[in-house]
């Protein structure tokens, strides 16, 4: 069963913080990794895409990927109220058809 | 105009009812994807499709089927609504190859009476 893991949370923030959460996958032959913002009664949104091991930077948000311990983080930077929401993992497998979601991280950032 | 459109965005029905969501996308993809989402348990595969002459069963197909009308439509049917699948139902797409993001729509919120 391949499985993508996070911590439900809430993880808490100050406003201007770094924000950190993390995800870990099962199937060492996952090639693409996907982090999706979702705000409550809406629908995932497309936040950052990784495929090579390293960090890949877009504004304020950097991914970070690890494929040898099989995990893989989002950071915000500078976070703001706006940020509070779901942040979902998801991992596509080599030659897999579909996309595995992890259950989401609930991060809440304080004024 | 949003590129992954879904109707109706709510819907209130009885049990036994037949329900149909529909689903239309502009962005040009081949695959489109049914997902329901329960609080607690994450998003759910329903049913894939990857052209109109391939539809594929995800996770938990049971009580429900698809239709594949054109590359930009994707209908998803309960055949007879029951009170467990009052859910988050959404619809994505996704260009596939070797990165495969997928794009969601709105979402439409179903009650199950």
């Known amino acids: 069963q391949k499985e993508v893991e996070q911590n439900s949370g809430p993880l808490s923030v100050p406003e201007g913080a770094i924000a950190s959460l993390n995800c870990t996958y099962s199937?060492?032959?996952?090639?693409?990794f996907f982090w999706y913002r979702q705000y409550s009664g809406k629908s995932p949104e497309l936040i950052m895409s990784?495929?090579?091991?390293g960090d890949k930077e877009d504004g304020r948000f950097t991914a970070q990927l690890n494929k040898a311990s099989q995990y893989v983080s989002l950071l915000i930077r500078d976070s703001q109220p706006s940020d509070s929401a779901t942040y979902l993992c998801?991992?596509?497998?080599?030659?897999?058809?579909?996309?595995?979601f992890g259950k989401g991280t609930r991060l809440h950032i304080l004024p | 105009d949003a590129d992954v459109t879904q109707t109706p965005r709510n819907r209130i029905t009885k049990t036994g009812k037949r329900i149909m969501l529909e689903c239309s996308q502009t962005?040009?993809?081949?695959?489109m994807y049914w997902y329901r989402q329960d609080p607690g348990l994450g998003l759910q595969l329903i049913y894939y499709s990857f052209d109109v002459k391939d539809i594929n069963k995800g996770e938990i197909s049971d009580g429900y089927s698809v239709s594949r009308q054109a590359q930009a439509k994707f209908s998803l049917s309960l055949e007879s609504a029951i009170p467990n699948q009052t859910a988050l139902y959404f619809c994505?797409?996704?260009?596939?190859?070797?990165?495969?993001?997928?794009?969601f729509g709105p979402g439409t919120r179903l009650t199950v009476l």
């Open positions: 998801a991992v596509l497998a080599w030659g897999n058809d579909k996309i595995i």
């Open positions: 994505a797409t996704g260009q596939g190859g070797d990165y495969n993001e997928q794009f």
């Open positions: 962005k040009g993809h081949d695959r």
């Open positions: 199937d060492r032959g996952s090639q693409s």
């Open positions: 990784i495929y090579s091991n």
